[in-house]
């Protein structure tokens, strides 16, 4: 069946250092995949998304883009916020994300000023 | 973005009692709600999915007869933990979706079960 797989936890950095946060997954299909964010709380959000190979999600100065080739969806940000401390967590969907969804485990951010 | 809901935010109950979890998309209808169950540092999975106005989908291995769920409105489902046992103590989490696809999550509810 399908399944996510990505980085674990927690990871602490230093505000305007350089994040990567790395997924992977395992899917029959061609699968749409999603970056949610939670912050401390507040439920999920959808961060960014990207639904065919070689596409690039973005939001907020957040990018992962789709590799089909390594089948992995990986985050990154090139400056981090304290304010971007939260858990996130890589997700796919069958559908089109309308449909059932598929979680990573989630990865605890914590940024120090 | 859209606002889901979820009451009570945290719950304890005495082992055997059943205990109900509401939630609520605020400012839109929602045709399909989604349970979700998450243990810790594991990911969230997906216990079953409603749409209004019909039973519900479970997962397997997911017993539909202790996770009672009931999505009566187009901005209301409820999750019912029927006699609970301290196992059943996790992190529920809804999501609603409307006509656009997109699921937007609910805060969550910590059930601990004595």
């Known amino acids: 069946g399908d399944s996510v797989t990505q980085m674990e936890g927690p990871v602490t950095l230093s505000e305007e250092a350089f994040l990567t946060i790395n997924c992977t997954y395992t899917?029959?299909?061609?699968?749409?995949l999603f970056w949610y964010v939670q912050y401390p709380g507040e439920g999920l959000q959808l961060l960014l998304k990207a639904t065919k190979a070689d596409d690039k999600g973005s939001n907020k100065g957040f990018e992962a883009t789709y590799r089909k080739e390594t089948t992995s969806f990986h985050l990154e940000k090139g400056s981090v916020q304290v304010s971007d401390s939260a858990v996130y967590f890589c997700a796919l969907s069958e559908s089109r994300g309308n449909e059932k969804l598929t979680f990573g485990t989630g990865t605890r951010l914590t940024i120090i000023p | 973005g859209a606002v889901v809901s979820q009451h009570p935010s945290r719950v304890i109950c005495k082992s055997g009692t059943s205990v109900k979890i509401e939630c609520r998309s605020l400012?839109?209808?929602?045709?399909?709600m989604f349970w979700y169950r998450q243990f810790p540092k594991q990911s969230l999975m997906l216990m079953a999915t409603?749409?209004?106005?019909?039973?519900?989908?479970?997962e397997q291995g997911v017993e539909k007869d202790k996770f009672l769920i009931n999505h009566a409105s187009l901005t209301l489902s409820t999750l019912t933990v029927t006699s609970a046992h301290p196992e059943d103590s996790s992190f529920y989490i809804c999501s609603a979706s409307g006509r656009g696809g997109e699921q937007f999550f609910g805060p969550g509810t910590r059930l601990t079960v004595l």
């Open positions: 409603s749409n209004e106005g019909s039973k519900a989908t479970y």
């Open positions: 899917a029959t299909g061609y699968p749409s």
């Open positions: 400012d839109f209808q929602a045709t399909t």
